[in-house]
């Protein structure tokens, strides 16, 4: 009874289906918090690798002669979705990810860093050459690091 | 997702006051905003500076204009070192928002300061 159960249910499929949803959210979820694992999203590549060969093998499974067209669908659906999250990661990492401008007339290696004048957390005034100059850990500091960033949220 | 790269610079924080490396966040936020999210909430300690207007994120050429996310214009990720003459040492302007600097990128740079 067992294995007839386990038959009927054409677990692939279904490991496929669930491995490519959580290749794809595991991404945004988890593995962006660590370059190693954001600039090329290779776990989440491999998790992707097993899941379509998963969805491959229940396709195969769900095609054979004595299968039923309702199962065949589902199970060309589930293919569908498991390729379209993976082409949705790939999309969001290199094709998003590169929608930034591009800054060609920004300052370089070598030159001088324009000056500024910038409010500080108490909105106070603050020059580029007080951030460079004035004492940090009681001495003059070795360099200042300028991080650009897109704010809070 | 978005504060991954900060985190990483804060988690070095003891490093960059070691080698006498004043890290400076610059960003369109308000400086009340700054307070409230990044000093109180999330416990950064850089020296943080407010250009709502985009005045010095335009003279560096980094305004990236109606963001998708926000749907406002704000800066593109970008790193600048500079020595005490205010020298550009060092940049990382990238060209994917996955890919943004490392702490140790900037720290071995410092190096040769």
């Not at chain 1, 769900?62 to 790939?90: N, Y």
């Not at chain 2, 900060?6 to 924080?13: A, E, N, V």
């Not at chain 2, 990238?94 to 040769?112: G, H, I, M, S």
Request: hydrophobic residues 45%.
């Amino acid at each position: 009874m067992q294995s007839q159960f386990v038959q009927k249910l054409n677990w692939p499929i279904w490991t496929g289906v669930l491995l490519s949803l959580v290749a794809g959210l595991s991404y945004p979820l988890v593995f962006v918090r660590w370059p190693i694992t954001r600039e090329v999203p290779w776990v989440n590549l491999i998790l992707f690798a097993i899941a379509l060969v998963l969805l491959f093998f229940g396709l195969r499974r769900a095609f054979k002669p004595d299968k039923r067209i309702i199962s065949r669908i589902f199970s060309s659906l589930a293919a569908v979705f498991g390729v379209a999250l993976l082409a949705g990661l790939l999309f969001v990492v290199y094709v998003m990810g590169s929608w930034l401008p591009a800054s060609s007339a920004a300052p370089r290696v070598g030159q001088k860093a324009p000056d500024f004048t910038l409010n500080d957390l108490n909105d106070k005034p603050v020059t580029l050459s007080q951030l460079l100059t004035e004492p940090f850990n009681n001495q003059p500091p070795k360099g200042v690091l300028l991080i650009f960033y897109r704010g809070y949220w | 997702m978005c504060q991954s790269e900060l985190r990483s610079f804060q988690d070095k924080m003891n490093k960059f006051e070691e080698a006498g490396i004043r890290v400076v966040g610059i960003s369109v936020d308000k400086p009340e905003k700054t307070r409230e999210f990044m000093v109180q909430k999330a416990g950064y300690t850089f020296t943080f500076l407010s250009d709502p207007q985009l005045d010095t994120i335009g003279r560096y050429d980094l305004v990236h204009t109606k963001e998708l996310a926000s749907g406002k214009d704000i800066s593109r990720p970008a790193e600048f070192l500079l020595d005490p003459s205010g020298t550009i040492r060092w940049q990382m302007i990238t060209d994917n928002f996955f890919k943004t600097a490392r702490p140790e990128q900037v720290l071995e740079a410092a190096k040769k300061l």
